[in-house]
Structures are given as structure tokens and as C-alpha cells.
């Protein structure tokens, strides 16, 4: 190989080794969770669920984190979940740790409601903002999207999306944050992934394992929601298994 051959080459190779560095979030520092700030508040004390509202018969603290689990013999009579009982999210910062079996999903429910009328299936029916969790690492069945729990909207904002939802109606993607590649690279299978989920005003972004996955932008008058109940699922259907540790959350001006 000539001397030129040979720097085209390499030339070649370092533009993918730069493409993909990009892609699952190295190249670029904008795509980067904030820092974590010194005020975050700690609200599961590795102990108890003192403080959390869910079946007792399917929540329980195992070994310093919150287990959930649905068996064939104890199932979930619709989603059912573990709502913080000791706050609100408005416009807030969320960082936890979760894990699940990928025989069903989970979610982290935010800006909710608690369903209490004869509509919910059980005494811990939740709806609203959902951050989808599963253990799955090929687009688009991902952690990270915004399901619409109980609403009209479905997948309201996909993983790898900067994305508006318009006054019109209707979701425009703006910009491809993560591919499928990088999303497979960044997310661990069958064990622990890290969380933060920043929500001020109808501004929503989602990050996974230090990485922004998703940025969301909610216009829709009377769709967008703007306060409510953190929680956890539990999903109806195959028997499944999830556990979250080290949950904090601040209150953002």
C-alpha cells in the first residue's frame, strides 16, 4: 500500500471511530447529564417504603432496594405501581437506578394522577408521563421513551428523538440524539442503568447512563402535563420482576 493509500485509509477509519463516538454520546458534550448537585434529595432510605404507597403483596425492600414482582400465581389485576406519597413532580430533576427481568416492562410515572374512581382496575392505577423501562436494547421497544399511561398519545416521544409535539397536533422529530448502535452500546443488559429525567416547564429530557436519549417538547394545550405523582409500575400480563435503588429528586425553579 502507497503512502497516500494509506493515510486515506486511516482518514476513513478515524471518521467512523468519530461517527460512532458521537452516536452513543463521547463527542459530544452537550449530550451529557448535568452534574449531579449537592441538594438532591435522597426519598427511599434502602430500608423501607416508608413514604410509598403499593400492593404489599407484590413491593418489598430486598437486600437495600425496592423489589417489585408479579408471579403466575400473585398477577397484576392491570398496571398497578408504588406512588411517592411525600411530594409532587412540577418542574423537577429524577435520578435512580433500575433493573428488570425482560419478560414484561416497567415505567417511572411522573406529572400524574392517582386514579381513584370506579375506572382503575385497582387501588394504584396511575396516569400520565411514563419513562418506559425494559430490558431490551434494540430500538424502538427501549428504556427511555414517553408513553402517554392511560392517555390517548400511545408513544408520545420515542428514545434517540429531540422531538415537539405541536399545538396542531401530532409529533415532529427535530434530530436523532442516539442510533441504534450507540443505544445498544450504552445500555447494559441484565443489570443496573442509571436514570435522570429533567422536566421545567413543557420541556422534558430523558438520560441513560450519563447520556441524553431523549428531548421532548410538549405543546399541546390540553394535553401537556405540568404537575403530578411520581411512581413506579408494575405491568399487568407475564410475571415479571423489577427493583430501583438510589432515588433523589430536587425540585428545579
Known amino acids: 500500500m502507497t503512502i497516500r493509500l494509506f493515510a486515506v485509509a486511516l482518514l476513513a477509519a478515524f471518521s467512523l471511530h468519530a461517527a460512532h463516538s458521537q452516536a452513543v454520546g463521547a463527542a459530544d458534550a452537550s449530550h451529557e447529564a448535568p452534574a449531579e448537585s449537592a441538594d438532591m434529595k435522597k426519598i427511599f432510605d434502602g430500608k423501607s417504603l416508608e413514604g410509598w404507597n403499593g400492593d404489599p403483596s407484590m413491593w418489598s ?3 437495600g432496594v425496592i423489589h417489585g414482582e408479579t408471579t403466575a400465581e400473585n398477577p ?3 398496571n398497578t405501581f408504588l406512588i411517592w406519597e411525600e411530594g409532587k413532580t412540577g418542574d423537577f430533576e429524577l435520578r435512580l437506578s433500575f433493573r428488570l427481568s425482560a419478560t414484561n416492562n416497567s415505567g417511572i410515572q411522573y406529572r400524574s394522577k392517582h386514579i381513584t374512581d370506579s375506572s382503575a382496575r385497582n387501588k394504584w392505577v396511575v396516569r400520565g408521563y411514563q419513562h418506559e ?3 431490551e436494547e434494540d430500538m424502538p421497544n427501549v428504556s427511555g ?3 402517554d399511561e392511560g392517555g390517548k398519545r400511545g408513544r408520545i416521544c ?3 428523538e429531540k422531538a415537539v409535539w405541536t399545538a396542531e397536533g401530532g409529533k415532529q422529530v427535530q434530530e436523532t440524539l442516539i442510533d441504534a448502535a450507540g443505544y445498544k452500546e450504552l445500555f447494559e443488559l441484565d443489570d ?3 436514570v435522570v429525567i429533567v422536566a421545567k416547564g413543557n420541556h ?3 438520560y441513560l447512563n450519563g447520556r441524553l436519549i431523549l428531548d421532548f417538547t410538549d405543546k399541546a394545550p390540553e394535553l401537556a402535563l405540568t404537575d403530578g405523582v411520581l411512581a413506579l409500575q408494575l405491568h399487568a400480563g407475564k410475571p415479571m420482576w423489577v427493583e430501583f435503588k438510589n432515588i ?3 425540585d428545579l425553579e
Open 61 to 63: 425492600v430486598r437486600d
Open 76 to 78: 397484576a389485576t392491570g
Open 192 to 194: 443496573w442503568n442509571d
Open 158 to 160: 420515542l428514545a434517540g
Open 248 to 250: 433523589r429528586i430536587k
Open 133 to 135: 423501562l425494559r430490558n
Open 145 to 147: 421513551f414517553i408513553y
Open 204 to 206: 422534558i429530557r430523558h
